[in-house]
């Protein structure tokens, strides 16, 4: 069932699962109920709706189907996948499932975008009004979703109410920075000059 009525107190349950090789469902060592308006519920709501959002972006790289938004061999909407997948693994090990966290190749690989799409367009020397273009709009509102995210979960630590791994923060760190220049590069494939703020 869609609904179980069990949250209808204020409290909700952090508990993941996935599916094996089998298709059997395994259900990950983190079951427990908090409160909805805790650090910690915060926390994995904002990391669903970062996932959520880069997947109406994803969508709409589908639906344009241009090879041209691609870096290192990899389309867009591949790299978001892969973003997507990692997001999961973030959001259980935030929720307690041991074992759970994001490795040092994961962060490599995404600095490793960031590093290609900054030699693919000319340097960046001041701030960009978001509104180019549509996609890299898209990909500007994921960027502020990712980095309230990554905020949640710093206090989430902070507060000692989770350990997170050095990778597994280190990548969210990162993951906005992707999002900003694929936001930038996506413009530039695009052939649209963005323009900076006049501050006036």
């Known amino acids: 069932m869609l609904y179980t009525r069990k949250g209808d107190n204020g409290t909700t349950q952090t508990n993941f ?5 089998n298709g059997q469902a395994k259900t990950f060592n983190c079951n427990q109920r908090v409160s909805k308006s805790s650090a910690i519920a915060e926390a994995l709501g904002s990391l669903d709706e970062t996932n959520s959002f880069i997947g109406l972006v994803r969508a709409k790289l589908i639906a344009l189907n241009d090879s041209k938004f691609s870096i290192l061999d990899s389309r867009f909407e591949q790299i978001l996948l892969d973003v997507q997948e990692n997001l999961f693994i973030v959001q259980a090990e935030l929720a307690g499932a041991e074992g759970k966290t994001i490795s040092e190749e994961k962060v490599k690989e995404i600095e ?17 009004i978001p509104g180019a273009t549509e996609l890299g709009a898209m990909f500007d509102v994921a960027r502020t979703i990712s ?12 507060d000692g109410t989770r350990k997170m791994g050095e990778h597994s923060r280190a990548y969210l760190n990162r993951l906005s920075s992707l999002l900003y220049a694929l936001a930038r590069l996506s413009n530039h ?3 649209i000059a963005e323009k900076a703020p006049t501050y006036k």
């Open 147 to 158: 980095r309230r995210a990554e905020r949640r979960v710093v206090q989430v630590v902070e």
């Open 189 to 191: 494939k695009g052939g």
């Open 112 to 128: 490793n975008y960031i590093d290609t799409a900054e030699k693919e367009m000319p340097p960046i020397k001041s701030f960009f």
């Open 17 to 21: 699962s996935s599916k094996n090789l």
